[in-house]
């Protein structure tokens, strides 16, 4: 399962999202036999891999901020 889908949110899977719905407008029964399988499950790794992406970048960045305030702290106890 994927979250909803929108290209603004995942500009790096926009061509997956949109041979997916395209497979889901042109088959509309054979969809649910497994016809758009593999391109779900293409979206469903590049989506991960954004979300990976995205997770160890803020992880990243509230590393850098927690030591800008542990050095503000110190800086502080010091006067």
């Not at 949110?9 to 719905?21: H, S, T, W």
Request: glycine share 2%; aromatic share 6%.
């Amino acid at each position: 399962m994927h979250p909803q889908l929108s290209e603004h949110r995942a500009p790096q899977c926009a061509e997956l999202i949109r041979k997916l719905q395209q497979c889901h407008n042109e088959n509309i029964w054979t969809k649910y036999f497994g016809e758009c399988n593999e391109a779900k499950v293409k979206l469903t790794e590049c989506l991960r891999a954004e979300r990976v992406e995205r997770t160890q970048k803020n992880l990243q960045e509230a590393r850098e901020k927690r030591a800008k305030l542990e050095q503000a702290w110190k800086e502080f106890d010091e006067s």
